[in-house]
């Protein structure tokens, strides 16, 4: 059988997998010589083989024989016992997996005690109170974690005793009432679960053991997992370890200490403790903690040994540690080590100050930051204070777009854009949003919709503008027309101000304060290590000026896409395009598109002259024509009126352009290959503004995309046909271009005619978001009504249109780029889809050899430093 236990002088911090975290450091402290109390670990592996047995619930007869074992040699090694009047041996039962998880899974303190054992210790001790604190505790702990009991059984006898005794803390109680209290906790088991709290020892310890294996999948550990992306089928160790009491006198004490300020990195201990307390009581606040710094004053020698330790093991793990201490008697225990939680600023901070002090080198640094921290860097955030007291009001959307917004309620693009210019700050509230939201959007602090995932245009404008946003709120009841908002257990008109947490996926009733991160020389540092060490280069998806400076503000390589379609949505830009779809006359289609065309010039010229020499990728028009079609029926009238037909015409029209499957419908170069002026008219405007671009002495990187091609005659028909209108142009104004016509992969057809396309075109861009699409058959728009489920029950283990589907969509992605460059090597590659900005896809782009990705402006940063750690994993072999 293999070894399901290590005492603690067995193990080693390179164990870590098959001990956890807490016990690998736990026996690396042991092995260095630090004050532990003596112990054992279950590993891991006897974790997922309890919990993947389907016919009982009990420990096996091998892993009941390793404890008993494991028992006996503890009671060896520290000359106590559990049942020795004498010398009374009690313990502790811990979780801890190989991935932190502070507070998720289940602790129990003071096992072994029992009616018999609590007279031995109150002997031993000289001190009845201590004991039946201990007992107290264990019997709440116990009751909680191994049976379910709800702890309000157990607080309301508590708070009826500290009245009784006209007391306010429990450290107040004296023995009398700590009596009380153990023989009302005792009743709370006969009275809930029939049965009385177990007497013999063995019994406690097998059942807490079972409780902690099972902790690992209760609810909370499994959204932690989740939000943390830590994977489910790791399990927990469970370490057993002497019990030593903090709450045995003055001389006394437990606290909890960071080796440095966890908030802002600041270099000096943070932490709390207090005198004759158990560790629980610093966590759950029964009691207000100290200072650490006062430890000073109360016990100084004992703060100078935490100090001098506490550095010690910053030194040895090369990283900030968060450290459980506890004072027995006046001498000092560590009960556990492990790399502290930090916010964003104070991890920047650490990485760049330990790379000055020598502890690691700029590439260990750079490893150091999760790419998001970087987003939360770049985002406003709630004030957490005022968060915490704040009424959640929805919890069920998708954390769509970083960030924090508190405004008024509105439902149209129009109110928001009207109350934004009269002083207000608004929550755009819709079912989902339109390319025509677009100016309403950009003038909300934040936007929610019922509907739509995190690739839903909500979630991908909102990204691009770095506006919050929460999508898919499946609790809400977004009445449009009648202008409220049905929650569980209220509703909400328009103009009513709400909060939103795009971070969280979270909405609060009322307004939170929100304060910007900014960012300084730490962060500058370590995005300049960032570039240095990257192979993929970093694009931005963007086509507004405030996008545009946004993106290379924070160091964009260029411009990835310039969805061209985002410029038609103005008022007489759509009047005109309008004006193309709905014209029977080939005269007045050509007008509205020459107007188009001189639109469109204005707008090439500024995204030339802000990418300098950077290159800048454009994509012809790519939605369906029906889009841009009015809605409601005021809508109708205004454009009927506006166009100069009836509303029956254009009623008649919209019916023939409206398609039953418009994303597999006449889009993308299908139009230019129906209305191939289109597509002429828009490449005049890309060239008139690359010359406007030159004669102020740039030299504009011209790079035009064709979207959604399928089949190589498509290609080619429409490189030839784009190359005449373009050299027929360059040739009249006597100027020279350079430009390259390339194609954008999002079919899985197109994957594997790679090589056929690379003959025809200049480079690719993957665009991922319509590519997973159709290799899974998921609508982007509505995949939200199932792939939570999906993801909650293991069906899938990954979003695919947040992280990359490597062996679906990954193998297509990987097939055309060896296709490609089979055909021409070199041949450049990129990707555009909202997978540019995931980490996790970015090393897989990384490792299939990709040039760039691209980004919205936003991600840009977590998407350099999501490279260069690619880069630094793949130098070092480890993928």
Known sequence: MKQVIYAFNQGSAKMRDLLGGKGANLAEMTRLGFPVPKGFTLTTEACLDYLAQEDSEELSDPVIAAIDQALADLESVTNKAFNDPENLLLVSVRSGARESMPGMMDTILN????????????????????????????????????????????????????????????????????????TAYKKVYQDQLGFDFPQDVKTQIYEAVKAVFKSWNNHRARVYREMNHIPHDLGTAVNIQEMVFGNSGQDSGTGVLFTRNPATGESKLFGEYLVNAQGEDVVAGIRTPEVIEDLKADMPEIYQEIHDLAKQLEGYYHDMQDIEFTVEKGKLYFLQTRNGKRTAKAAVKIAVDMVEEDLIDEKEALLRIEPSMIDQLLHPSFDPQALAQAEVFSSLGLAASPGAGSGQIVFTAQKAKEWQAAGKKVILMRNETSPEDIEGMSASEAIVTAHGGMTSHAAVVARGMGKCCVSGCSDLTIDEAAKVVHYPGGQLQEGDTISVDGSQGKLYLGEIPTALSNTDENYQKMMDWARKYSRLKVRMNAETPEDIQTGFSFGADGIGLVRTEHMFFKAERLREIRRFILSVDEGQRQAALEKIRDYQVEDFTRIFQLSQEAPAVIRLLDPPLHEFMPKSDQEVAEVATDQGISEAELRSRMVQLAEVNPMLGHRGCRLAMTYPELYDRQVEAIIYGAIAARQEGLDPQVEIMIPLVSVEPELDTLRKRLSQVIDRLLDQENVTIDYTIGTMIEIPRACFIADQLAQEAGFFSFGTNDLTQMTYGFSRDDAGKFINQYLEDGTLKEDPFQTIDPEGVGALVKIAVDKARQTKAGFKIGVCGELGGDPASIQFFDQVGLDYVSCSPYRVPLAQLAAAQSAIRQAEGNH
């Open 111 to 182: 096992v072994g005690l029992n009616d018999r054992n609590v007279e031995s210790l109150a002997q031993i001790t000289q001190d009845e109170r201590f004991a039946y604190d201990c007992y107290r505790r264990l019997l709440q702990m116990y009751g909680n974690v191994v049976y379910g009991l709800d702890s309000q059984f157990f607080e309301e006898h508590l708070a009826q005793e500290k009245t009784k005794a006209q007391v306010r803390f429990d450290y107040e109680l004296k023995v009398g009432h700590l009596k009380a209290l153990v």
